[in-house]
């Protein structure tokens, strides 16, 4: 029928009387005991013959959904599978790159469980899914290769063109809404690019340790500095050994600017510690 075509081609939807105008449905019943009472007498062909329907007056059971019939209902969307999804990655990704979370960790793997479940009960395009397991791989490696971030945006290239075919069935109402695609995308991409900032920015940020982290701190003089003798300083909880280039009196604030093997070089705070 034509409007049957419609329905497919062009995803019309049409309401309960203009279903019934149309010749779609036999009826509309306002409630079970209309339907019922419709039916009743009815014929229909089966592959065992005409078979003369009888509803009048049988015994009514409700059917109830278990929990797993429910949870298995309201996942098996396109939209809440794909959220599970990047809130597995995001998850499992984070406790990857910064052990010791524990809770991200295991929220991701249940995040993941179950977006492989949905995955499972829906149809998906096996391109897609390929590319979101290659992301997946991707992501994984760049935790463990030194890559500078290009790693993860290839797994960021790979996830959104995967994301986009994994549910394109649109005749059939298979398919992510932008929507909900677009921010969950964006700000997933937005975490793992700042994860791989500040990774980044801690292996190449300079490890000062020891004597040479004394640079720039400040302390008080103990005993009178000269310019021919070294004083005593005291600088972050520990008294040093130190030197200047011109006489610091005791109690003078001073700063730390060089390490010479045990004794410090420091200059004073204020051109008044010298008077």
Known sequence: PEWAERAVRESIASTASEALAAGVIDTVATNRKELLAFLDGRKVETAAGEVTIRTN???VTEATSTFGEELMMTIANPNIAYFLLLL????????????????PGVAGVIALVLGAWAMQLLSV??????????????????????????????????????????????????????????????????????????????TRKKVISGREGLVGETGTVERTITADQSGKVFVHGE?????????????????????????????????????
């Open 239 to 275: 008294l040093w050994d130190a030197s200047a280039v011109s006489p610091i009196p005791v109690g003078s604030s001073v700063t730390v600017v060089g390490v010479d093997g045990m004794k410090l070089k420091v200059k004073p705070n204020s051109t008044k510690e010298l008077s």
């Open 57 to 59: 007056n049988v015994p």
């Open 88 to 103: 597995g990655l995001a998850g499992l990704w984070f406790e990857l790159s910064t052990p010791g979370a524990i809770v």
């Open 125 to 202: 395009n096996v391109t897609g899914l390929l590319l979101i397991l290659l992301a997946i791989l991707f992501f994984g490696l760049e935790i463990f290769v030194v890559s500078s971030g290009a790693l993860a945006v290839a797994g960021l290239v790979a996830l959104f063109i995967g994301s986009v075919m994994v549910f394109n069935q649109p005749e059939i109402g298979l398919v992510i809404n932008w929507w909900v695609f677009l921010p969950l995308f964006l700000s997933f991409s937005a975490g793992v690019l700042l994860l791989v900032f500040v990774v980044l920015r801690s």
